[in-house]
């Protein structure tokens, strides 16, 4: 579906800020919901963040909500990620995910499970140091 591109190269260190984007191709942008996902050494995949087709609804983890912003600019056909005060805890591989938007809505249950997300695209390495 996608590239996923971490803007800032190398590691960062705990309190510091990264943009995550999310170049998105092959599929038409103006018909899904786009979310972020991320998994940790011997973890499973942990919900992040998704926004809505139009991008009017937000929904957020817990544990970020507060720190992490996504946004969507279908112009650029891209999605991002702002990552404030990272933490060590954040360090993991970062997935972008498509969900067609009528198969459930942004703000539901089932938009944290990510068997319920239709595309994925490459992860990134989110190193944080402390």
């Known amino acids: 579906m996608s590239s996923c591109r971490r803007l800032g190269e190398g590691l960062v260190q705990s309190g510091e800020s990264l943009r995550l984007s999310c170049a998105i191709s092959?599929?038409?942008?103006?018909?899904?919901?786009f979310g972020w996902f991320r998994q940790a050494p011997g973890k499973e995949r942990e919900f992040i963040a998704a926004i809505s087709r139009l991008g009017t609804v937000t929904q957020y983890a817990d544990s970020v909500r507060g720190r992490f912003t996504i946004s969507r600019d279908n112009a650029k056909n891209t999605v991002y990620l702002d990552m404030n005060s990272v933490k060590p805890e954040d360090s993991a591989v970062y997935y972008c995910?498509?969900?067609?938007?009528?198969?459930?809505?942004?703000?539901?249950?089932?938009?944290?499970?990510?068997?319920?997300?239709?595309?994925w695209g490459q992860g990134t390495l989110v190193t944080v140091s402390s």
């Open positions: 995910g498509a969900a067609y938007y009528q198969r459930w809505n942004v703000g539901s249950g089932r938009a944290m499970d990510y068997s319920e997300w239709d595309f």
């Open positions: 092959g599929i038409n942008m103006a018909y899904y919901a």
